[in-house]
């Protein structure tokens, strides 16, 4: 059971009970029922590049393709005809390493077998032909030529789902939609149009888009429109909101929860009720099987890109690091010393290489000291003293300082405890962090 293996972050149940007379009132064949078979729906919506979640809190350890992928089989196990969709948002960022897990992203997503996902600008920051190292359903109800379809209508079960993704605005490479009304000489595809005519064809009819609520109701008729997505939230799922017969809901970013929701319909394919879960999925949710081979590449990958970085740095090393190490404290520091032996502080690199992720940059630069700074950590055969997190990594680079016997400053020495700590202890990593609470773990003056 789903329920069995989840942690449900909120649940939502809202009936809406019709009137006769509005029964009476309602146009339809006669004998229709007044109620079509539920229809259950996954959603989610900017993953922003979480191909899997930071391990190092309890907390923050929620979601991940490998669990989502359990998640969305467990569902389908149960309701074969569930529809499964994204607002899109799959990447984050244009680095090296960001574009290999974009790659293994899309390769991931893939696997999971979506119906439909919505393309966003930052889908695009490696450029349109980059899309094309996965097949999947994505959808770009835009003005530009991205050989994407401007919608998707998936049938399950005899129920008609038309999924439509409205870009927030024109952008390179991607153009934006025009406001309600505008002629076809303004933008050739008219959105309103090819939502009426799904809606008229008897489908439920589904909109993606990164606006604000307000700004999309101001540009757009909601007249047909069933559902849609605005813009989402940090991490957590907003609350399902009714607009006459439009549903409004708003995916949480990371990919932590999993929306999940269940439309009863009415006999005019309008939602008439609907119950809505958003599905937490912490580290007691399996990994997929079938995602085995695709995680193992994908980690093959970011360490091959690693050793690369680590060939090219040993090359261009010369000089002196402007880092001196925690050896170098400890001649004049020796009960902070003390205090940072004792420490997980000290022990930081190995908690890396025991999840074998010691290769990982997204976690090496809390876990050592100086990682892609000059003079820094590059490998544990290169610089074995600069592994861990140490006093450096707080207080800044300190052989000037050590070097001056103390006289120099070191380079953070104005700065706040709060500040030192949140160069890791943010929100995306330690999500559970209490200055006063942790500082007593390694307090020193």
């Known amino acids: 059971m789903v329920h069995e293996m989840t942690t449900v972050f909120s649940k939502s149940l809202r009936w809406l009970f019709l009137s006769l007379a509005s029964f009476a009132l309602a146009p339809g064949p006669a004998g229709a029922d007044v109620a079509r078979p539920q229809v259950e729906i996954l959603y989610s919506g900017d993953l922003t590049g979480e191909l899997e979640p930071c391990g190092c809190s309890e907390t923050g350890n929620l979601g991940g393709l490998k669990r989502r992928a359990t998640v969305i089989a467990r569902i389908r196990e149960k309701n074969p005809d569930t529809f499964v969709i994204s607002s899109g948002g799959l990447f984050a960022g244009y680095s090296a390493s960001e574009r290999i897990t974009a790659e293994y992203i899309l390769k991931g997503m893939a696997l999971l077998n979506y119906d439909a996902i919505g393309l966003q600008k930052r889908d695009l920051s490696f450029g349109r032909d980059f899309l094309d190292h996965a097949d999947l359903p994505w959808v770009a109800s835009s003005s530009a030529p991205l050989g994407f379809p401007k919608s998707r209508v998936i049938e399950k079960n005899g129920v008609r789902l038309a999924f439509f993704s409205w870009p927030d605005s024109a952008g390179p490479g991607l153009g934006g939609m025009q406001p309600a009304g505008a002629s076809a000489q303004d933008d050739p595809f008219?959105?309103?149009?090819?939502?009426?005519e799904a809606k008229q064809a008897g489908a439920i009819t589904v909109l993606a888009t990164t606006l604000p609520l307000e700004k999309a109701r101001a540009l757009i008729s909601f007249?047909?429109?069933d559902i849609l997505f605005k813009e989402a939230s940090y991490e957590i799922y907003g609350e399902p909101r009714l607009l006459e017969k439009t549903l409004?809901?708003?995916?949480?970013?990371?990919?932590?929860?999993?929306?999940?929701?269940?439309?009863?319909?009415?006999?005019?394919?309008?939602?008439?009720?609907?119950?809505?879960?958003?599905?937490?999925?912490?580290?007691?949710?399996?990994?997929a099987p079938q995602m085995e081979g695709w995680y193992k590449a994908y980690n093959d990958a970011v360490k091959a890109n690693y050793l690369r970085k680590v060939e090219v740095r040993k090359k261009m090393k010369s000089g002196a690091s402007p880092f001196s190490g925690a050896k170098a404290c400890k001649a004049c520091h020796q009960k902070e010393h003390e205090t940072w032996s004792a420490s997980k502080h000290a022990r930081a690199y190995k908690t890396l290489s025991n999840v074998e992720k010691a290769f990982d940059p997204n976690c090496l630069a809390c876990h050592t000291l100086g990682f892609n700074q000059d003079g820094g950590f590059i490998d544990r055969q290169l610089t074995a003293g600069f592994a861990n997190v140490q006093c450096e990594s707080c207080h800044g680079a300190a052989r000037a300082h050590a070097g001056s016997g103390g006289t120099t400053p070191t380079p953070n020495h104005e700065w706040p405890r709060e500040r030192m700590c949140a160069q890791c202890h943010n929100h995306d990593h330690s999500p559970d962090f209490d200055i006063e609470r942790y500082w007593q773990k390694i307090a020193h003056p």
């Open 223 to 225: 007249d047909n429109l």
């Open 190 to 196: 008219d959105l309103e149009a090819a939502i009426r």
């Open 248 to 287: 409004v809901l708003q995916p949480g970013a990371r990919g932590m929860y999993l929306g999940h929701l269940k439309l009863t319909l009415d006999r005019n394919n309008r939602i008439a009720g609907f119950e809505h879960e958003a599905i937490a999925m912490p580290a007691k949710v399996p990994d």
